[in-house]
């Protein structure tokens, strides 16, 4: 089993920055592709951002693009969320996810892995 820990949430003003963290624990080895995903209230969970094992592979959402950065420390097995510019629209409970697959995928169920989430809240 796979545990995935998120960290760094809180309240921003519009325009202001966070970086969130998802740290990985257990079966490390069977984690490949890592990804963001959000869910604002009464919304359905959306894709955010993903990254590939090597860290080479990056993709987004068109919404958040040119303004958030995923990257990833694979010695440290964690994967971060740089939000830059936000907006009130980012409100929402983000979660990490992982999954063995190599490749970055855009949808929930291309990952076996979950983290709890933590929230994000941009006031305007």
């Known amino acids: 089993q796979v545990q995935l820990v998120e960290s760094g949430g809180g309240l921003v003003q519009a325009g202001g920055s966070l970086r969130l963290s998802c740290a990985a624990s257990?079966?490390?080895?069977?984690?490949?592709?890592m990804g963001w995903f959000r869910q604002a209230p009464g919304k359905e969970r959306e894709f955010v951002a993903a990254?590939?094992?090597?860290?080479?592979?990056?993709v987004y959402a068109d919404s958040v693009k040119g303004r958030f950065t995923i990257s990833r420390d694979t010695a440290k097995n964690t994967v971060y969320l740089q939000m830059n510019i936000l907006k009130p629209g980012d409100t929402a409970d983000y979660y990490c996810?992982?999954?063995?697959?190599?490749?970055?995928?855009?949808?929930?169920?291309?990952?076996?892995?979950w983290g709890q989430g933590t929230q994000v809240t941009v006031s305007s």
């Open positions: 996810a992982a999954d063995p697959s190599r490749s970055p995928g855009r949808l929930k169920n291309e990952y076996r892995y």
């Open positions: 257990g079966h490390t080895f069977s984690v490949n592709a």
């Open positions: 990254i590939s094992w090597s860290g080479v592979s990056t």
